[in-house]
């Protein structure tokens, strides 16, 4: 690879595109790589490794002056390897947690789920469940200790892909337990939990609070309208350009981690325990 000339394209990786939070954080990416005269090049890698190694493979060859990754699936391996063979640029996001090696932007994702257990707890909920993936990544891991940290013990924990259908069929194992609300790590789990709870005549709020995380665009338009922890994500793609961009600029500088704060949004899926 010829690291002196530049190509002005930049790798981004994301899990999993068809969820809007991905196309909203790509936005804010290609918001301040477009202005600056770069091209992004968008990689879906969903849990693929195979898809990983042909990828990295792939971007190399394009010739790409920086990489983006918000997926897991791009492993430590792939990082260490591109920076010792190629000296590329790189920053991690969202999925992909902090190495002492490359720039970092992330969310205050303990927080979010502390604020989460905060909320129902005032509303008088003794016992929450969440729904959350199986081998949850190290960010979707913090939302829980943020809510463990409120409620201690009184966790019903439910697996559930972060999808629609991982919501859906985790309401099975949460009607036939006693918890009262229950705390979606992703908006897209929430919405499944709103199809499978009317499957079972359940009703929210009245019978079972619901909170999301992420506040996609949906959020809004759902019945009832659904209370979740917002995510800056368009400002968050913008901050992981802008801190490529530096990195281009300045590559010799110590690697940087920045914390985006999250806030809870307030509608009307939460209501107090009769
Ligand atoms: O909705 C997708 C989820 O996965 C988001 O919460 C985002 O933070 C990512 O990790």
């Known amino acids: 690879r010829m690291v002196t000339?530049?190509?002005?394209?930049?790798?981004?990786?994301?899990?999993?595109?068809?969820?809007?939070?991905?196309?909203?954080?790509?936005?804010?990416?290609?918001?301040?790589?477009?202005?600056?005269?770069?091209?992004?090049?968008?990689?879906?890698?969903?849990?693929?490794?195979?898809?990983?190694?042909?990828?990295?493979a792939d971007l190399i060859r394009r010739g790409v002056d920086g990489l983006i990754i918000a997926s897991s699936a791009f492993s430590n391996q792939s990082i260490y390897a591109a920076?010792?063979?190629?000296?590329?640029?790189?920053?991690?996001?969202?999925?992909?947690?902090?190495?002492?090696?490359v720039d970092a932007v992330q969310t205050d994702n303990f927080d979010g789920g502390r604020q989460v257990g905060?909320?129902?707890?005032?509303?008088?909920?003794?016992?929450?469940?969440?729904?959350?993936?199986?081998?949850?990544?190290?960010?979707?891991?913090?939302?829980?200790?943020?809510?463990?940290?409120?409620?201690?013990?009184?966790?019903?924990?439910?697996?559930?892909?972060?999808?629609?259908t991982g919501g859906q069929q985790a309401v099975k194992k949460i009607i036939n337990s006693d918890v009262t609300a229950i705390f979606a790590i992703n908006d897209l789990i929430a919405f499944g939990l709103y199809m499978g709870l009317?499957?079972?005549?359940?009703?929210?709020?009245?019978?079972?609070?619901?909170?999301?995380?992420?506040?996609i665009d949906a959020c809004k338009y759902v019945t009832p309208a659904l209370t979740t922890i917002a995510q800056p994500t368009f400002e968050l793609g913008q901050e992981a350009a802008t801190m490529l961009l530096k990195r281009l600029s300045e590559p010799g500088r110590e690697p940087e981690?920045?914390?985006?704060?999250?806030?809870?949004?307030?509608?009307?899926?939460?209501?107090?325990?009769?």
């Open 118 to 164: 905060l909320h129902l707890k005032k509303f008088g909920h003794r016992k929450v469940a969440v729904v959350l993936p199986e081998n949850p990544t190290v960010n979707v891991r913090k939302r829980y200790e943020g809510l463990a940290s409120i409620y201690g013990d009184d966790i019903l924990r439910v697996t559930g892909a972060l999808s629609v």
């Open 5 to 56: 000339k530049k190509s002005h394209l930049i790798g981004v990786l994301v899990p999993d595109i068809s969820n809007p939070f991905f196309a909203q954080l790509f936005l804010g990416i290609q918001d301040v790589l477009h202005a600056q005269g770069y091209v992004a090049l968008l990689y879906n890698m969903e849990d693929d490794e195979q898809r990983e190694s042909s990828s990295v």
């Open 257 to 274: 981690v920045k914390m985006l704060p999250v806030k809870l949004v307030q509608r009307f899926s939460v209501a107090p325990l009769k």
């Open 198 to 215: 009317k499957e079972a005549e359940k009703e929210i709020p009245a019978d079972y609070s619901v909170v999301g995380y992420d506040d």
């Open 83 to 101: 920076l010792q063979r190629e000296k590329l640029p790189m920053l991690v996001m969202d999925q992909k947690n902090e190495t002492d090696l």
